[in-house]
Nanobody, 114 residues
């Protein structure tokens, strides 16, 4: 069973930075991608970024140039470096591991004040 633990959320002013971490425990077989989704207040969960099993990063347009996803294979951890944060980035951020099964973390709150 794969377990994901996120950390690094918090409150930051617009223009600031945060770094999210997601540590995966357990054996991951058939990895397709690892990534981050977010759920803004009153809205549906949406994709933010993911990194494929081969290491290729992908981003949604709204975060390109501001967010960077990376992976430390030795630590089985992925990161999301978020720079130039905007109030519209406020959301609960969820880590996701995609195999034949989707695994989710518990979420970490990111709040960006204007």
């Amino acid at each position: 069973q794969v377990q994901l633990v996120e950390s690094g959320g918090g409150l930051v002013q617009a223009g600031g930075s945060l770094r999210l971490s997601c540590a995966a425990s357990g054996s991951i077989f058939g990895l397709i991608a690892m990534g981050w989704h977010r759920q803004p207040p009153g809205k549906q969960r949406e994709l933010v970024a993911f990194i494929t099993s081969s290491g290729s990063p992908n981003y949604v347009d709204s975060v390109k140039g501001r967010f960077t996803i990376s992976r430390d294979n030795a630590k089985n951890t992925i990161y999301l470096q978020m720079n130039s944060l905007k109030p519209e980035d406020t959301a609960v951020y969820y880590c996701n591991v995609r195999t034949k099964t989707n695994y989710w973390g518990q979420g970490t709150q990111v709040t960006v004040s204007s």
